[in-house]
């Protein structure tokens, strides 16, 4: 059993992001397994490394402690190149010199533009580009690249996960479309540095909230066409504040630093966290 907690430092970590550690640090323990900590640091224009810190002394407080050093996605550049060329060498992912606003401008004009559960999907402009020119036009214009879905679904046929919670489930990378995999100012999108850190890492159990539920269809055919093995999955339910609405990073009533600064003590809030008991104010989300 190998589990991890992989926060982004682009803010302070609230209540839900102690339920996830605290929920992975005691799978791997209780398996006589291990606690990986990775920092997700490759998103330039939000990531700090005040916050970065911060993961650090938050996780002490709590009394939890990792196993081995703590990687650090922005030090890993290369493996997601790599995986980025192989896709690419395979014909399975292609330019894209859509900006947002070029994106929204077709959508909106166009009366059949696909969508998913979170709105309109990216339709496709750039996939239909000749491939040979759409390459050599990237070696000079701003580009991210994109994932082509019904080319990697052709080559994977039907794929499936497994959830703790929700049981088996189908792969439905559709419903995301043509997810970006690297952008134009990030070296990797999350998808692809999450699949690649994992499978480097040996994790066999991924701890995280039902936000993300929806990433792992897309995730799931990253692995596949990778050749990257596939852990268990545990999304569990989310924490919302007082308003009913659950917690983000933009939140700040209800960081960890907050609990700490009210003389709440470490320890005991993440044996509260085992026991699904929550601090005044907070409650579990209903979606």
Do not use: N
């Not at 920092?39 to 810190?53: G, K, L, S, V, Y």
């Amino acid at each position: 059993m190998i589990t991890r907690f992989a926060p982004s430092p682009t803010g302070r970590l609230h209540l839900g992001h102690a339920l996830s550690a605290v929920t992975a640090h005691d799978r791997a323990r209780a398996a006589a397994g291990a606690f990986r900590l990775r920092i997700e640091d490759i998103d330039p224009a939000r990531c700090r490394p005040e916050f970065a810190r911060a993961i650090f002394d938050d996780l002490a407080w709590l009394g939890i402690g990792w196993d081995g050093p703590a990687v650090v996605q922005s030090m890993r550049l290369g493996a997601y190149a790599a995986a980025l060329d192989r896709m690419i060498a395979a014909g399975l992912a292609y330019p894209c010199f859509c900006s947002r606003a070029d994106i929204a401008r077709e959508v909106a004009g166009s009366l059949s533009a696909p969508h998913g559960a979170d709105g309109p999907l990216y339709p496709g402009t750039c996939r239909a580009l000749p491939r040979r020119a759409a390459i050599a036009r990237a070696a000079t214009d701003p580009h991210s690249w994109r994932l082509d879905v019904a080319a990697a679904i052709r080559l994977t046929g039907p794929l499936a996960w497994h959830d703790e919670r929700a049981g088996t489930v189908a792969a439905d990378p559709v419903a995301l479309g043509d997810i970006i995999v690297k952008g134009r100012d990030r070296p990797a999108s999350y998808h692809l540095a999450v699949v690649v850190d994992d499978a480097e890492a040996g994790i066999t159990l991924v701890v995280r909230g039902m936000d993300l539920f929806a990433s792992t269809h897309v995730q799931r055919i990253l692995q596949a066409v990778l050749g990257l093995p596939t852990p268990t999955y545990h999304h569990h339910r989310l924490i919302a504040g007082a308003d009913g609405r659950r917690l983000a990073k933009r939140d700040a009533a209800a960081g960890i630093d907050r609990l700490r600064a009210a003389g709440v003590e470490g320890p005991a809030l993440a044996e509260s966290l085992r026991h699904g008991a929550l601090p005044i104010g907070f409650g579990w989300a209903t979606a």
